[in-house]
């Protein structure tokens, strides 16, 4: 199956910047892809880019099989797009700002579309209410409501969950999940990597315009995660067993650590080898990895691609 977006040695520069520096990347249909990196890397660029917003410097972009450099709009009429900020007409209720939304991307009037979107992010109360009246949190919702509302193939969610309550978070990664199951593919940049975490197949991490790395979740945590194991013994330690050699015991016997990298033994062949020993162990704690200190090590330079 042909990706959904193909991007090929995608540039922006500036006067006295590139924002975007030779990028290329593929996002596979029904894929939650991730992509990750500081502020001021380049992704809202990128998305910019791909969605009519920016105008590239140099690059290939194919959108649903279409170059857009050939046709710029009919692919883009199935994408949708939650900016960072917040963008309303103050004079429209909600479901008249869905309703025009439709519109805009050529398609009919869909009440049941409508009704569906609203349920889904909890605003069918608020259908009537002017936007300017919203809560904040009620105006992001909104915001993802319109990037759904024609139906998109490809949706990208630039920071969508940002300055929202935890409530709202976790809607908006079941809404995520549910559109997947139904075709849609995903595209999410954001600060709360708990969520990149939770939802993505594929995380993607850019800085300072150049993409570092693309890799499949799991096996990027596999190679560079690190999870810890501290153990507590009751009595004072001399000898580790050839098992558990690798860690680290303390000067004065009662405490282990142990750092699980790849290439090492897992933490649990570790924890396996003290019991075994017969050691006196007394507590056990383990950290596992988190996407959060991956990717502090990729913008190290310690995480190059395999």
Known sequence: MAPVLAVEHLTKTYPTLTALDDVSLTIEPGEIFALLGPNGAGKTTLIGAICGLVRKTSGRITLLGVDLDVDPI???RDVGLVPQELNFD??????ESLELQLGYFGRPPDPKRIDEVLEALALTSKAKMPTRTLSGGMKRRLLIAKALVHRPKLVFLDEPTAG???ELRRDLWNYVRRLRT???TVVLTTHYLEEAEELADRVGIIDKGKLLLVEEKRALMKRLGERKLEVHFRDNVTTLPAGASTGVLSTDGRAFTFIERAGTPSCADVLGALYAAGLPVA????????LEDVLIRVLRGNGAAS
Do not use: H, L
């Not at 103050?90 to 479901?95: L, S």
């Not at 507590?283 to 988190?290: I, N």
């Open 74 to 76: 009919t692919p883009r």
């Open 283 to 290: 507590e056990v704690s383990m950290a596992p990895s988190k």
């Open 164 to 166: 929202v309550d935890v």
């Open 90 to 95: 103050p004079f429209f209720a909600v479901r």
């Open 182 to 184: 139904e075709g849609t």
